[in-house]
């Protein structure tokens, strides 16, 4: 992967759009991040995997954190990432969820912050500078992937090498070595496997001993008769621990279930014969029981046909005593047929009585609303001049407001400029105090300079001293005496004054490293001159055009005027302006007043006339249904007086009393004669019943059920005997069948759990390392140390070339039988043939062995990436721990790693960098709040 562009919004400390066109810096090779601190370096990082992974470069940079504070609340925040994978082109644009924006109306007023919903988030290619979508939404992720062969962790370990990251690879102990290389190489899979291959095994084990058990089991549960000759034989089985012989277990059991099957046959003969025997007397019993029900029929006939005879005579006399109350019924029948024609007349009274009713209330609300609108009527006719009167009065309210508005506008005008007049105030006294502070660490920083320098100077009289004192020594005998040898320096043989070898030496290394600092500070120094200088001109600057605005604004000079001058001017001001808004808001509620009031007047007009005619017409409605009461109740009063009964109600009561005394005959009728037709009937049947059962018990003697149910009960209870021994022979007999079947299925299984618990007991020692006179090493400890031999590989080929092939790093592989020590290192120092532990380095000698160990996983992760390229790393590691040779080097290492194809970007506050990367990316602070980016070539 290798970034062509990429443009950040509202993104970390750039507040508007800050772009980076990283092919300005070449297809390949070393580039330089440089800036001050705090400016937004390692925020390109942030804002690259960002775009490719919706996440921050560092993992304690959280998504909500890289939204902008310096930016215009109204900008939204997004990342859009161009680049090259594969010789194809694409481009990513994300935008980070919970993001708060500015709204705005339509006439441009501020409508608050709002959370954005809708975000876009989607993936191009571009092809033929067509940009053709691939992916959005949820599917982002797993496109930029796909395309990658990397997720953000892989990501992170070999492209992005964060500062310290790898010196706390280089000094960790084996263990925590450990959960990192789980990590980034998921192996973690590996003892997951070695897991579930133990647990497979310790499954297989309990299989074969559940197996075990389940044969004993089996036998215990077989059941077999005392008379069985193997009875005893199974029981000493069943009480064995293991049951080494099991050809012998199945011998006998299938003799016991021979034995079992034989007593089941024998007792299903007998009971076949007594269930025959108990056949034939069932067939005797039900024919006896069918002979004397035909006996009992015949007596229950007879005495029915005594009892149907007087029931019968009883009911003829009834029937013929009902028919001669017949005339009277047929007469009540007449009577309540008259009285319910009537029904109507009384309807047609009901009816003229509730239009009479109903015109009365129509009547009465007519009235009452012919006296709401006269009452009405009078009020709008004196309201009328009233609202006249009031139009007239505020007629000139629109001219007055007129000059109130021009008045108010110069007043707000006036406000406007003494507000600017005090921001001037405020940003002059800003930069008076900026002006100040920077003139107090320009002299800090003189100081500190002159410090330093002085340092650096007795530090090289000191060493100079020293070396003297050193060439002086080759001056003397073993004795201390002065010789005759030649000076190295002048080559005098006299010596006079011979220098003594200082007590406390000063190294080459602390004079370099003084006079770094003092020209660290010399440039520090300047950099606060020039400073100074700028602010102090502003100031200036400043105080002319507030000088300029006071006179023309407030008539005096900036000197003259005070803050509670401009405060008690701005008040006096803004009272006035009050003033003005109340008369104006005023003057425009006269003018709405007015304008009512005219509406007001129109309306009531209408209402009036509209009123005066709704009053005719109720006059008119009310005298119309005065006269259609007075005529229903006429006409109802003269109807009633015709009609036999008080209402309806009473008419209706008396022709149903009538219909229930015909009703209640017709049923005693039809009652009476249904039960003679059917007594007739059934003394008939009857009859004829008796009549055959005469013929058919004629030469026929009656049975003796209770003898021939001894019989039965007899033959009944042998048959159950006989079942009852059937069933236990043949459930014995079945249970040992079924129990043999099972004990031959479970002895095969046995044999088979067995050979498997022993394939897979030495497959689960192998991969947990419990393998006996075997170093302990887990599958995944195996793993590990595969990829990290491999990445030390990969390192030591860097760090020779760092160190001139001083060092390497080696793994320590005397492991003492426990995988937990597999992954500790040392150095090998190759010109002092020793080794050594990492902590005993140097500053310099720990970076460029965490340098080239960061490489070496950098070339790992790759390599198990099936492939993937990484044409762009980016290092934030601190350089400044190396000397002029060690950073000649350790560029030198960058560069080979970039070859011809990958883009390295080094991101340093080391000043000899800029020399050595003469491209590269400078980040700025801005004046205002917030940074701007600038590619740079040197």
Known sequence: ?????????????????????????????????????????????????????????????????????????????????????????????????????????????????????????????????????????????????????????????????????????????????????????????????????????????????????????????????????????????????????????????????????EQAEKAGKELEQARREEKLITVELENARKNAELFDRKAETEKRIAELVPKLEEIGNNCEKLKSEKPAMDKLSVRAMAVMESFDSYDRVDQLLKTAEKAARTKAESDDELKKLAHRTRENTDRIPLLKKRAEELAKADVKLSEVSHSLKEQEQLLDRINEVGAAMKELDSLLKKWERSRRELKAAGSEYQRLDTLHSELLRRYIRDRAGTLAGTLRDDNGNDTDRPCPVCGSTVHPALADLMADTVAWEEVETAKTDAENANTELKTKVESEAELKAQAAKAKEKLNTDCKSIIGETAEELTEEKLREKYEREYSVRNALVKEAESLKRSIADREQAKKDIAALEKQLGEDRRSMEELNLRSAGLFAEMKSAKDMAEELSSKLEFKDRKAAGEEADRLSQTVRLYEQRVRASEKSRAGLSAELSELRGGLSALEQQTRDMARPDLDEIGKRMESAVKKVRLCQQVSEERHSLSRNSADILTKIKDEAERNKRLSADLVMKDGLSRTVTGNVPGKPKITLESFVQFEHFDRILEYANVRLMQMTDCQYELVRDESMRGNSKTGLDIYVRDNKAESSRETESLSGGEKFKAALALALGFSDEIQNCAGGVKINSMFIDEGFDSLDEDSLDQAVEVLKGLAGESRLVGVISHVKGLMEKLPRGIEVRKKTVPGSEIEIVTR
Do not use: W
């Open 1 to 261: 992967m290798r970034p062509v562009k990429i443009v950040m919004q509202a993104f970390g400390p750039y507040p508007d759009k800050a772009e980076v066109e990283f092919d300005r810096l070449g297809s390949h090779g070393v580039y330089l991040i440089s800036g001050k601190t705090g400016a937004g370096k390692t925020s390109i990082f942030d804002g690259v995997c960002y775009g490719l992974f919706g996440e921050a470069s560092g993992r304690e940079r959280k998504t909500k954190m890289l939204r902008s504070k310096y930016g215009d609340r109204s900008l939204k925040t997004y990342v859009e990432l161009t680049f090259e994978y594969g010789g194809r082109l694409y481009k990513v644009h994300r935008e980070p969820s919970g993001q708060e924006i500015q709204h705005f109306d339509r006439d441009g007023s501020s409508k608050g912050l709002r959370t954005l919903s809708k975000l876009t988030n989607e993936l191009y290619e571009i092809v033929d500078g067509t940009e053709v979508l691939i992916a959005s939404g949820k599917e982002l992720d797993g496109a930029v992937k796909g395309i990658l062969g990397l997720d953000i962790d892989q990501y992170r370990s070999c492209a992005m090498i964060a500062q310290g990251a790898f010196s706390e690879v280089l000094n960790k102990k084996s263990s925590q070595r450990e959960e990192i290389l789980r990590s980034i190489f998921m192996t973690g899979k590996f003892n997951a496997l070695s897991e579930r291959i133990k647990a497979d095994c310790d499954l297989a084990q309990e299989k074969y001993y559940k197996s075990d058990l389940t044969l004993r089991t089996y036998l215990n549960s077989l059941k077999l008769s005392r008379e069985d000759p193997e009875l005893e034989t199974v029981g000493e089985f069943a009480k064995q621990q293991a049951l080494t012989d099991l050809g012998a277990v199945i011998e006998c059991c299938e003799r016991a279930a021979a034995y079992e099957n």
